[in-house]
């Protein structure tokens, strides 16, 4: 029997085509998904210790807080999956756009009785001041509303973007990143 969480989709929605900021690409966008899964060796109800052996034979221990729900209902044999995403969109910013970062987290867990598992997701929007971009070395340095400086190493599917700027460039940054963690239990 196979118990789901099912969670809302975090989506990153991207302006097409904004006009008038120059040549080459206004938008780029990526995504990471990736998957792993571990099958429960032991369960410790005491400590709340939870050791697994993962998809690529690692021993894991991890300690479950006390925000787990149904923890005891986690028996060794059982297969947990965790699900990550990553996105990250970039487009030219609006000029009348201040640039303040913008977020917003979303939870969830199990209902009381029903099998363990959780979501998180966030996702955060902001604009940053390009200084430069070594397409070379693929490095952008950047700074943040508050004046932080970054350097960053672009992903080539955002490369063609990047160079296309030009130092002082406002460019808008969302960036969306999500968890779930499933179980399947061991089938008798």
């Not at 990471?32 to 099958?39: E, F, G, L, P």
């Not at 697994?52 to 787990?68: F, H, L, N, Q, Y």
């Not at 923890?71 to 060794?76: S, T």
């Not at 044999?77 to 979303?106: C, K, L, N, S």
Request: charged share 25%; net charge negative; aromatic share 4%.
């Amino acid at each position: 029997m196979k118990t789901s969480l099912i969670v809302g989709a975090l989506a990153v929605s991207l302006l097409a085509g904004c006009t008038g900021y120059g040549k080459g690409p206004e938008t780029a966008e990526r995504e990471d998904i990736i998957t792993r899964t571990a099958v429960v060796k032991s369960v410790d109800m005491k400590t709340r210790e939870v050791v697994m052996r993962t998809d690529d034979d690692r021993i894991v221990s991890v300690v479950a807080g006390p925000e787990v729900r149904n923890l005891a209902q986690l028996d060794p044999g059982d297969r947990i999956w965790v699900d990550y995403h990553e996105a990250v969109a970039v487009r030219m910013a609006d000029p009348a756009d201040p640039g303040d970062a913008v977020g917003v987290v979303v939870t969830d867990r199990a209902a009381e009785g029903d099998a363990p598992g959780a979501a998180a997701g966030a996702i955060i929007s902001l604009v940053v001041e390009l200084i430069s971009y070594d397409p070379d070395t693929s490095i952008a340095t950047f700074s943040t509303p508050d004046g932080v400086v970054k350097s960053v190493k672009v992903k080539p599917e955002m490369r063609a973007f990047a160079a296309a700027r030009k130092p002082g460039d406002r460019i808008e940054v969302t960036m969306s990143t999500a968890v779930a963690v499933t179980i399947q239990e061991k089938s008798g």
